[in-house]
């Protein structure tokens, strides 16, 4: 089911720091295969989309711009000579394809690189609507059905209903909200807000006439860098420019200041959707029925448990859990990560202490 | 402070499953370093012996009694064909001094090989007592000072009180209680029982009368088995007399059944004593003054906590631990420990779990 003149991009810049230390700087995330599906991430994220794109560009930091490339040979990649966050990115996949295809009037869609969605039909019934309002101007963004009151997620406030060409419900956005606490996020769902995954669907121009108005130097240094990026002089202007770009979300520079001019439209979806967050994201992606069988990452002969129901380790050792509920053993060649599912948003301050303490090789 | 005709038995034969994947079948938990004192259990209780006894006799098992005479030279080390628990290794060991010494008239005191004192003097004092009990025909036992209502301990029930000639305080042993529940282990510390530590002093003539008594045949056996010991038949005696022999322990055989004889007394002693029973003990014994300051055994700055107070981490790769009070992480070549302090306890039913699995080379 492909939508004409539609083209999907990836940014893959994410460390995962909450995945070490398995995931690391030089191999991140979305280069792992967390889902035992055979792909990285990647690949997954770029197969799910090519279906529906006439092209997917991914963009990437200098460092891992080649072993993406081999991740998905199909693909044009764009090396940021620096992360810049999500905005950046886009704009510059967005003003690239612009360029490239001038007589074209894009719709462009960005979707993480390293997300993880069970329900594909609904995943391309939703970008098809997304596709339909952007083409009448829209900024659209896909909301996720929640399942449970989650903190890890900002939230998206759908307002006024309205229906699709193809039967899609879609509501205006009333506003984004940022993480709540427990409580908020039980209010939150009460109230029918859906969670937002930082998916976004715009006419190239719409998104490039809102960033300019928006964020008039961003938009004109990200342009620079596109009319050089096919010509002997990327290097230089991209290594003279993106520096000086600031570092933000397409959340920040775009959505939330659309949202209370009515701008930016939300179609809830009900993906299956994980962004694969911690340990005990990917504990609940691979338990399958009982959860509260253990989730081995390699050989399951490796692993022996008492009394620890819930275990995710991933062994290359012999590993022995005794007497810790929902434990999480994540061994590498160099590190061992011991936690449990419940405590596992807390990685990422353990990879801050690793850096502190000087051990920047297991990052 | 040596004690005339005082000779000290150490049976070195407990696996300290436990303490696995450190304690090992074949480098079994009394030839590790588990203090941090630079020399193995056994050489530390050695050591401790050799001030007050004329000779330590060491009964070890035939795999690693070669092992064994290399960390203890100065010691005899007798080789058991087969492990058959603690009373048979005592009276091999006392039948093969009486033997050896016909015309001295020994006090033999039996000491487990792997326990941790910290405080000698009052060790040295409690010892001398028992001797100057055992010449009066007593069987003595040292009884430890409880510091808390322990679960994991038999209890030794005082009753009269006797003073010996040195001033120390002793007991007319009521009874030994088996391990008991947290309720009664309660009752006992209140009602002033002392913990059981297994180390009985007594002359050898009377220790084998007694034996002789209850036990014939093991008092037989064992007596045949000595008398070869010193000759070419030692082989093929051991072997076939030995195998036959009942595993039972000197608590069960001998000291459970004389003290309603009124035959067993107790010298109570606050040795700053452990067991070194799991890893919880190890991290008693090596947290100094702050029980929430991680306890490494290794190198220090290969563990790194994030919310993890008074972990037990023995690190060969770096360690990360997140989020887990108490954590025991211990990793060998080949595998890797993750419990907790409250849970270690279970040590030893992820052995026999490993054993299910035929992971036998890993015990």
Redesign the interface.
């Known amino acids: 089911m492909a939508y004409e003149s539609f083209r999907a991009i990836v940014p893959a810049g994410g460390a995962g720091r909450r995945l ?2 398995v995931s690391r700087q030089v191999n991140p995330k979305f280069l792992h295969d967390f889902t035992g599906s055979g792909s990285s991430l990647l690949q997954v994220t770029v197969d799910r989309l090519n279906t529906m794109a006439d092209e997917v560009v991914v963009v990437s930091g200098q460092t891992y711009a080649q072993v993406v490339q081999e991740h998905v040979p199909a693909c044009a990649v764009l090396a940021e000579p620096l992360p810049r966050d999500s905005m950046p990115a886009i704009a510059l996949a967005t003003a690239v394809l612009m360029i490239r295809y001038p007589r074209e009037d894009l719709v462009v869609g960005s979707f993480a690189a390293d997300h993880h969605i069970t329900n594909r039909e609904a995943f391309e019934h939703a970008v098809g609507a997304a596709v339909e309002l952007a083409r009448r101007d829209e900024v659209v963004t896909l909301g996720i059905a929640p399942t449970h009151p989650a903190t890890a997620y900002g939230y998206i406030h759908p307002g006024e209903e309205h229906h699709t060409e193809a039967g899609v419900v879609a509501h205006r956005v009333e506003g984004f909200e940022e993480k709540p606490d427990a409580q908020t996020a039980a209010t939150y769902v009460s109230q029918g807000y859906v969670w937002n995954a930082g998916m976004y669907v715009a006419r190239s121009h719409v998104l490039f006439d809102h960033l300019r108005r928006l964020h008039p130097d961003l938009a004109e240094g990200v342009w620079e860098v596109a009319q050089a990026w096919d010509s002997p002089r990327r290097r230089e202007v991209a290594e003279r420019i993106w520096p000086t770009l600031p570092s933000v979300s397409i959340d920040h520079a775009l959505a939330e200041p659309l949202a209370p001019e009515n701008q930016v439209m939300v179609v809830p979806a009900d993906l299956g959707w994980s962004d694969i967050g911690d340990w005990d994201a990917i504990g609940s992606i691979l338990s399958g029925q009982d959860p509260r069988a253990p989730v081995v990452l390699g050989q399951s ?1 490796r692993l ?1 448990t ?2 620890a129901p819930g275990a995710v380790v991933a ?1 290359s ?8 509920e929902g ?1 999480v ?1 994540i ?10 599912r ?3 948003q ?2 990422k ?2 990879t801050e ?2 850096a502190e ?1 000087g ?1 920047d090789h ?1 990052l």
Chains 1, 2 share one sequence.
């Open positions: 070490w230390p002969s022996t008492v009394d062994p050792k012999q590993v022995v859990v005794v007497g810790i434990a053993v061994e590498t060649d160099d590190a061992i990560l011991v936690t449990t419940q405590q596992a807390q990685v301050a353990a202490k690793l303490q051990l297991l």
